[in-house]
């Protein structure tokens, strides 16, 4: 049989898995991916976390001991959720061991209420740095204007960093100058930077999403013969980006020093549109020293039926800027769609954090009624 996982891995991308949950945990279906699927990373987010903990009888016995000891809400969820995280670090840790540190790694993100704040980022990074307590962790940052500085200040920490709710070149780059910025001063404090790692998680999908709506509100043929080519020229851009500084003099004497570069992570890559190809999203950003987090049914289907073209974004940058030229003239107003999709993209994590308290707050009412039960107590 084709082993496309793997061809796609021996081209330079890492497949990780855009999800997580007790059950993949326990049952061993997160090491089989890793066995079986070349899945060397996990990403998690609030959604994927509401999710995973609206299924409370997978986390009983956990609520009831928390609901025993009185926690709050918020520390019940840090509680369960650090837990899976690190246990999943544990299990991804041979891929971590095998890639010097750059696989192997798992992602937890800070409270998206806080995306607009600065130092309750920093702080919450520290506090999850500090409760999960693997060094292949990933502290999620989203890439707003309050973020950025946060990453810096993380890194020079000697925290580790998924910069995440990236949609625009302009902050792309604003994010790869944070990374540098905080790896100099990780170094000046004395941190080993041979063991802090990075990515600037891109997402792709939605950018095609909120796009062909625009397209197909102008309505001409020309704005429609546009529909599906946005995202992957978005993409390609940031490649070039990548490219760019990390072939500067300043990258290269944090390299000389052990640094990891932050690679380019595409995000966001199941097909939204059911007439596009279900792989698109993997294909078309197949580039050396990427990542691409997918959820299960996207790996699933790349090992089905798949193809890997290698290297497929290298070369392509002209052709891509001649798409967002053809995108401007036609009347898109793409500094617009970029920023309705940050403020989308948070406010669609805050709204699954909520639902993910929310849920919480009710199993741990239950579990302590249930706990102070007369059969329980007997």
């Known amino acids: 049989m084709t082993d496309r996982l793997g061809e796609l891995s021996a081209a330079g991308v890492a497949v990780w898995l855009d999800d997580l949950s007790r059950p993949r945990l326990t049952t061993g279906g997160l090491k089989k991916l890793l066995d079986e699927q070349?899945?060397?990373?996990?990403?998690?987010?609030?959604?994927?976390?509401?999710?995973?903990?609206?299924?409370?009888?997978?986390?009983?016995?956990?609520?009831?001991?928390?609901?025993?000891?009185?926690?709050?809400?918020e520390e019940a969820v840090r509680l369960m959720t650090g837990r899976d995280v690190r246990d999943a670090c544990d299990v991804e840790r041979p891929a971590y061991d095998a890639s010097n540190g750059v696989d192997g790694r798992v992602s937890i993100e800070v409270d998206p209420r806080k995306a607009h704040e600065t130092e309750s980022t920093?702080?919450?990074?520290?506090?999850?740095?500090?409760?999960?307590d693997r060094e292949n962790l990933f502290i999620k940052i989203p890439a707003t204007l309050a973020g950025l500085p946060a990453i810096t200040q993380v890194l020079a920490a000697g925290i580790s960093v998924n910069v995440t709710l990236i949609f625009s070149n302009e902050r792309y780059r604003q994010v790869i100058d944070a990374f540098l910025a905080g790896i100099e001063q990780a170094k000046a404090n004395g941190h080993d930077i041979t063991k802090i790692g990075s990515v600037a998680s891109f997402f792709v999908s939605r950018v095609d999403t909120e796009i062909?709506?625009?397209?197909d509100k102008i309505g001409s043929d020309e704005a429609k013969a546009l529909k599906g080519k946005a995202a992957i020229a978005n993409a390609q851009l940031a490649y070039e980006a990548y490219e760019e500084v990390f072939s500067t003099d300043r990258w290269k004497a944090l390299e000389a020093a052990g640094a990891h570069p932050q690679?380019?992570?595409w995000a966001s890559t199941s097909t939204k549109n059911p007439e596009y190809k279900d792989t698109i999203y993997v294909e078309e950003l197949v580039a050396p020293?990427?990542?691409?987090?997918?959820?299960?049914?996207?790996?699933?289907?790349?090992?089905?039926?798949?193809?890997?073209?290698?290297?497929?974004?290298?070369?392509?940058?002209d052709a891509a800027r001649k798409v967002f030229a053809d995108l401007e003239r036609v009347g898109v107003d793409l500094p617009d769609v970029f920023k309705v999709l940050e403020d989308e993209g948070v406010d669609k994590f805050e709204a699954s954090w909520k639902e993910l308290l929310e849920g919480v707050d009710k199993s741990l009412r239950a579990a302590a009624e249930g706990s102070s039960s007369p059969s329980d107590a007997a």
């Open 122 to 132: 920093v702080a919450e990074a520290k506090t999850l740095w500090w409760l999960v």
């Open 263 to 265: 690679r380019p992570l």
């Open 212 to 215: 062909d709506k625009r397209l």
């Open 289 to 317: 020293g990427t990542v691409n987090t997918m959820p299960e049914a996207v790996i699933h289907a790349f090992a089905d039926h798949g193809e890997v073209r290698t290297d497929a974004v290298t070369g392509s940058y």
């Open 38 to 73: 070349h899945v060397v990373g996990v990403t998690t987010n609030p959604s994927i976390f509401q999710k995973a903990l609206s299924d409370a009888d997978a986390y009983d016995e956990q609520l009831k001991d928390l609901a025993r000891q009185g926690v709050t809400v």
